[in-house]
């Protein structure tokens, strides 16, 4: 149907069907820190190509490159730094990289949910979208040991269906909405539902500054430095707020080593002011939901 024909119950159900409910925004973090950082990595490897059908070597080696050099890469800069991530891997990687996630797990990182072969939730039908996110879930449990709490739409394409579907599965949180800077309770029809939304956004995004597409128009390719600037200044905000600064990145895009050291320099003055706390989503989450009054946060 044309949406210049619709009544005001069709696009009203539209809008209502995924919406930010109270403010989660806790009255303070652990240990009186000044902000909450929560850093992620979507851990997809080969999937976005094996999701289009791909089977040329070439794109395929991108994303091998993240699971063979850039992960190992990225796991010695946190520990060097002390830092705990969360990973959101779709199943079909981490099946094709078996090795390492229970010790990932076991040295203090999350592995979260990141759909079956980095689907797009929004084209799939309801029971589809449902049967993936389950499968996903059971593969992730296996791999490591502990069944995983949260969920990140690829992509960020996330369907009507997407978050009645994760609250039913029993998750704790989903980072796939834009709806705020800060975390929230999500509303699904209108209706609470226990759901933390842990928001992301394209600007802190790396990929929306280093993604390179030989055969189409994505071809961005700034200086790092230009990345550290942006981050600099979204740490510089979320500081000033007291609240979270998450941060989505790509192992095969900044685990390069000329972009790695835009992650190392982060976490430089992360340290070097002392009062950060670098928690895992599924640890963000718990804290805004136990930290909160009711009626939703400062």
Partial sequence: MDPLSWDEPTWRARVEAVRAGRS???????????????????????????????????????????????MPRILALLERHAARATFFVPAVAALLHPGGWHDLVGSGHEVALHGWIHERPGRLEGDAERELLLRSAEVLERLCGTRPVGYRAPSFDVSPSTIAIAADAGLRYDSSLMADDEPYELL???????????????SRDDAAFLVMDRFGTARPMPSPRDLLGAWL????????????????????LIGRRSRLVVLDALLERF???????????ADVAAWCLAGTPPGGGM
């Fill in 188 to 202: 699904a029809d209108g209706r609470p539902t226990g759901l933390v939304e842990l928001p992301v956004d394209w």
């Fill in 271 to 281: 340290t070097a002011d002392g009062d950060v706390w670098m928690a895992t989503h």
């Fill in 24 to 70: 989660l925004r806790p009255v303070a973090w652990p240990g009186g820190a000044a902000l909450a950082v929560a850093l992620s990595f979507d851990a997809d490897h080969e999937t976005p190509w094996l999701r289009d059908g791909e089977s040329a070597p070439a794109p395929l080696s991108e994303g091998e490159y993240g699971a063979r050099v850039a």
């Fill in 233 to 252: 200044d979204e740490y510089a905000g979320a500081r000033a707020a007291g609240g979270l600064l998450q941060l989505t990145m790509h192992p095969d």
